[in-house]
């Protein structure tokens, strides 16, 4: 109903509004949780951790579920809905809501969820340069379900959704730091005084990766730079990923 959005939204980032495909994860209600994950993902590890903080709710498992969870901050009390990263190098230092990384969503399934979408997008209250109700915008992919998602879980039902640690789930073995316009002194993307550099993580430590830009997608089969700060994980990443590749073929 916004024109403006209505003829933009289909310009941005690589697929445009076919990117709300995704959020039919929340339809899937055979199963009480859905998993979307891109397609140059690789899950390394069992997300049974995720999966059992989501069911055991209230029940005598659910305080030692929550905390063996790998979290950038500590997850709500109350009902977790969903699970996610965020892409903190689509932003500026010191940006207020860095958006949701679109290849990757574990949910709990709920029609009602998809409804509240679709209708905000229907609605398009997406404010040019400054992004859904004139707040959660300005990068990459912020039309549609990085920036949507972004908003959805930050305003519209907070405290439900639980940002995990970009170390350990999504992993795309980017920068955790960039210079800060103001002074160009290199500060924390996400915020926070101390952040971990998830460039010197060890691959056995990863539950999932994903191949975007930093490491680049395995089948270009391009050299790494030796010197690189990602170097030795990104090709620790494809070295598994041309594995589980063999196996799957075997």
């Keep these: 109903r916004n024109p403006e959005y209505r003829e933009n939204v289909g310009k941005q980032s690589c697929c445009g509004e076919k990117e709300f495909l995704k959020l039919y994860s929340y339809a899937l209600t055979d199963h009480p949780i859905a998993v979307h994950l891109d397609l140059d993902s690789l899950v390394l590890k069992p997300f049974d951790d995720l999966f059992d903080a ?28 969903a699970f996610f990263t965020r892409d903190y190098n689509m932003v500026h230092p010191g940006h ?79 920068a955790p730091r960039a210079p800060r316009r103001s002074d160009g002194v290199h ?29 680049g997608k395995p089948w270009d089969c391009h050299r790494f730079d030796p010197t690189a700060e990602n170097g030795e994980l990104c090709r620790g990443f494809r070295r598994r990923w041309f594995e589980v590749r063999r196996d799957l073929e075997g």
């Design 187 to 215: 500060v924390c993307l996400d915020g926070r005084d101390e952040c971990d550099d998830c460039r010197k993580s060890d691959v056995s430590d990863v539950a999932s990766a994903h191949f975007c830009q930093p490491c």
């Design 54 to 81: 989501m069911l055991e709710e209230d029940g005598p498992g659910s305080e030692e579920a929550r905390g063996r969870l790998p979290v950038m901050f500590p997850p709500p009390p109350g009902r977790i809905e």
């Design 96 to 174: 207020r809501h860095a958006g949701m990384q679109g290849g990757f969503l574990v949910v709990r399934t709920n029609p009602s969820y998809l409804e509240e979408y679709k209708e905000l997008i229907l609605e398009g209250n997406f404010v040019a340069g400054r992004g859904w109700n004139g707040t959660h915008g300005g990068y990459y992919g912020a039309k549609q379900i990085q920036g949507l998602c972004s908003y959805f879980f930050d305003r519209i039902h907070p405290g439900t959704a639980v940002e995990l640690d970009r170390c350990v789930y999504n992993q795309m073995g980017d």
